[in-house]
């Protein structure tokens, strides 16, 4: 595994430490990402994107999703189980897990749902019209000029 030095872009840019950031912690090995459970994020529109997890075994109470300082933490606690149960196989797993997901800015949870083992999380991305792109209009100088009225000398 390679390792990249992000320093020369600390150095070399002013505003961009967050895209740093995101840049060394996804290249960081040292933190081994978990597996359970699995999820897809797809794309569902020019803005609007969904993160499916599969959570089989787990009811709307045993989920908890949160919002927090630009992450999505969606974790999940099953209660506890009746011991009188033997089983003898057991290939369904039902223990806690943490999910967490960078949201880019503007980006917001629209909605929750559970269906069929599978808990769907409805993003959307809202730019402020201050940050949409606006067109500015071209005047000519001639335009500007009839707008001044004409100054006569005081002395």
Not at 87 to 107: K, M, P, Q, S
């Amino acid at each position: 595994m390679r390792s990249f030095d992000f320093a020369p872009l600390h150095r070399a840019t002013v505003g961009f430490d967050q895209i740093a950031d995101i840049m060394d912690r996804v290249m960081t090995s040292e933190v081994s990402q978990p597996s359970y459970p699995p999820y897809n994020i797809e794309k569902t529109d020019a803005d609007a994107y969904r993160i499916s997890i599969a959570v089989a075994g787990f009811a709307e109470d045993d989920l908890t999703i949160e919002v927090k300082e630009n992450a999505l933490i969606v974790a999940g606690k099953k209660a506890t189980e009746d011991t009188k149960r033997t089983y003898l196989h057991r290939g369904i797993a039902t223990r806690a897990f943490e999910r967490r997901f960078a949201l880019a800015d503007h980006v917001r949870v629209i909605g929750a749902s559970l269906e069929n083992g599978m808990l769907h999380i409805d993003l959307k991305r809202e730019v402020p019209e201050a940050l949409k792109p606006r067109r500015i209009e071209i005047t000519s100088t001639k335009a500007i000029e009839k707008d001044v009225v004409d100054a006569k000398p005081v002395n």
